[in-house]
Every structure is written in structure tokens, then in C-alpha cells.
T-cell receptor, first 114, second 115 residues
Framework: DTGVSQDPRHKITKRGQNVTFRCDPISEHNRLYWYRQTLGQGPEFLTYFQNEAQLEKSRLLSDRFSAERPKGSFSTLEIQRTEQGDSAMYLC????????????FGEGSWLTVV | DQQVKQNSPSLSVQEGRISILNCDYTNSMFDYFLWYKKYPAEGPTFLISISSIKDKNEDGRFTVFLNKSAKHLSLHIVPSQPGDSAVYFCAASGAAGAGSYQLTFGKGTKLSVIP
């Protein structure tokens, strides 16, 4: 399978704990995105990398959210001091081109904060 | 301010008939439009896209129509099959600025194809 891979698929954590999600994009894709989806809503853009550079992070929901892509390959999304409102599906996607581009999503990582 | 709107939360269609899913947008800077299909607990799967220079794009049973003057697009599925039952999301992106790297999604339409 050469699609976008996300890990873990499901995470249950206690409020206040930190969580980290990993994303492995399609190998030839140099652009990587993180989105969040809550029930009844469409995916919501969070941040974007071109290779290892994070070119847009203003849409990260708060300073508790951070993302990295240290070698331009896989990426991590960390949420510190989780809150119940962080419960959602976190989606990673990748693409080849920028404008007019089709992005391909992974299976998503479900987060439940209890 | 919702820039991409899918006004029908749900749609039921008989197997073999046509499914028509609609999407409206407000941002005139959008120039590339996509449809994704999503099953529960899975990520969205790309279905079909259309550039603003076209008014129709077809791929097998799926056809997307774009009416730029009305800022409206639709996805036609013919014939509909039970496996098409899923949530369908309309998304849009622009040529420049934030729109060039960010997809803006509608809230989705849940399609149920009845055998």
C-alpha cells in the first residue's frame, strides 16, 4: 500500500495529557497537510509543509498544537495539555503540486479526550 | 462565513437511479473544485475534480458540472450503487494566496443508495 499512512488510528487520552500523531505521506509527494474533522463538519485546514518547511501554521487551533516535518518525509502533529474539545479526527494529506492540486488523505487518527 | 455550502445534509436514491449532489461557493477566487467520498471512521477518498476553465468532467459513473456564473457545482452518479452510500464532500481551492494550498470543504451530504 503506497497511500498516506497515519498512526495511531485511535487514541484515547486523559485531559491534560500530550498526544502525538505520525503521518507518512505518499513517497513522491513533497507537500504535506494536516486537517481536523469534527462530527457534522468538513475537514478544516490546520497547517502545511513543503518539504521540511512549514509554510503555513496560522490556522493551528492554539499554541498547544504544533507540527514538524524534520527531514521532509514523515510528519508529526503534537497536541499538548489536551482538552475535551480536541476530540476529533486528525487527517494528514499529501500532494505533488500546489495550485489546482488534488490532495490525498490518510485514514485519519481519531482522538478521544476523556 | 461558510465559503463552500452543501445545503442538503442527506439524500436517498434508489439503486440504479441518478444521484445528484449539489454544492455552492461564494469565493470568486476559487478555481479548482474537488469531490471526496468518506466512509465512517475513514479518511476522505478523492473522487473527481474540475478546473474552472472547464464546465464538465467525467470519470466513469461520476460526472462533475461547474457553473461559474452561478458559483455552483454538482456531482452526478449514474447508475447509483449501494456501495456509493457515504458522505460526499465538496471542496475548493484558489490560484493564489492561502487558497492555493488550502482546501475549503463543505459540511458534506450523506448519500444513501437503497437496494
Amino acid at each position: 500500500d503506497t497511500g498516506v499512512s497515519q498512526d495511531p488510528r485511535h487514541k484515547i487520552t486523559k485531559r491534560g495529557q500530550n498526544v502525538t500523531f505520525r503521518c507518512d505521506p505518499i513517497s513522491e509527494h513533497n507537500r504535506l497537510y494536516w486537517y481536523r474533522q469534527t462530527l457534522g463538519q468538513g475537514p478544516e485546514f490546520l497547517t502545511y509543509f513543503q518539504n521540511e518547511a512549514q509554510l503555513e501554521k496560522s490556522r493551528l487551533l492554539s499554541d498547544r498544537f504544533s507540527a514538524e516535518r524534520p527531514k521532509g518525509s514523515f510528519s508529526t502533529l503534537e497536541i499538548q495539555r489536551t482538552e475535551q474539545g480536541d476530540s476529533a479526527m486528525y487527517l494528514c494529506a499529501s500532494s505533488l503540486r500546489l495550485a489546482g492540486n488534488t490532495i490525498y488523505f490518510g485514514e485519519g487518527s481519531w482522538l478521544t479526550v476523556v | 462565513d461558510q465559503q463552500v455550502k452543501q445545503n442538503s445534509p442527506s439524500l436517498s436514491v434508489q439503486e440504479g437511479r441518478i444521484s445528484i449532489l449539489n454544492c455552492d461557493y461564494t469565493n470568486s477566487m476559487f478555481d479548482y473544485f474537488l469531490w471526496y467520498k468518506k466512509y465512517p471512521a475513514e479518511g476522505p477518498t478523492f473522487l473527481i475534480s474540475i478546473s474552472s476553465i472547464k464546465d464538465k468532467n467525467e470519470d466513469g459513473r461520476f460526472t462533475v458540472f461547474l457553473n461559474k456564473s452561478a458559483k455552483h457545482l454538482s456531482l452526478h452518479i449514474v447508475p447509483s450503487q449501494p456501495g456509493d452510500s457515504a458522505v460526499y464532500f465538496c471542496a475548493a481551492s484558489g490560484a493564489a494566496g492561502a487558497g492555493s494550498y488550502q482546501l475549503t470543504f463543505g459540511k458534506g451530504t450523506k448519500l444513501s443508495v437503497i437496494p
